[in-house]
């Protein structure tokens, strides 16, 4: 009888240190699929588009994203209203970045929080990437 009071207490205790959270809370936790080793400075600079999301939470696809390292900043349009996003410093060991995005005033777009993990990239041609709309409560693309 003491075994298996022993064994149940130690697979419970497993089982709440196997599932401790990495990522901010709202968002689903993609550590250990975002890139471990992703060169920050070569990923965050030049533009991106959207050629698909999961879930759409951007008007439409090939959105354009331009992106520098130095400031960690990201801009793209909404119709015709450019949203500024700016990054917070990078933590070390983060897998993703936390993001406050900003529309100009007198617009009807909400100011928001978004986080964005690199999943896989080559630089260049392609990038898989998580995002959280991390103030609105959504899960992400």
């Keep these: 009888m003491?075994?298996?009071?022993?064994?149940?207490?130690?697979?419970?205790?497993?089982?709440?240190?196997?599932h401790v959270r990495t990522g901010p809370e709202g968002c689903r936790d993609v550590y250990d699929q975002a890139a471990s080793n992703?060169?920050?400075?070569?990923?965050?600079?030049?533009?991106?588009?959207?050629?698909?999301?999961?879930?759409?939470n951007h008007t439409s696809l090939c959105t354009k994203f331009d992106m520098t390292w130095t400031p960690l900043q990201i801009t793209y349009d909404v119709n015709t209203v450019k949203i500024t996003c700016k990054g917070e410093a990078l933590q070390s060991g983060a897998r993703h970045t936390e993001y406050k995005c900003k529309a100009p005033e007198g617009t009807q777009h909400p100011d928001y929080e978004s986080v964005l993990a690199v999943i896989d990239t080559d630089y260049n041609d392609y990038a898989t990437v998580y995002t959280c709309l991390k103030s609105l409560g959504n899960g992400g693309n």
């Design 38 to 56: 992703l060169n920050n400075e070569q990923f965050y600079k030049g533009s991106w588009y959207v050629t698909y999301g999961k879930y759409q």
């Design 2 to 18: 003491k075994r298996i009071i022993v064994l149940t207490f130690w697979n419970s205790g497993m089982y709440i240190c196997k």
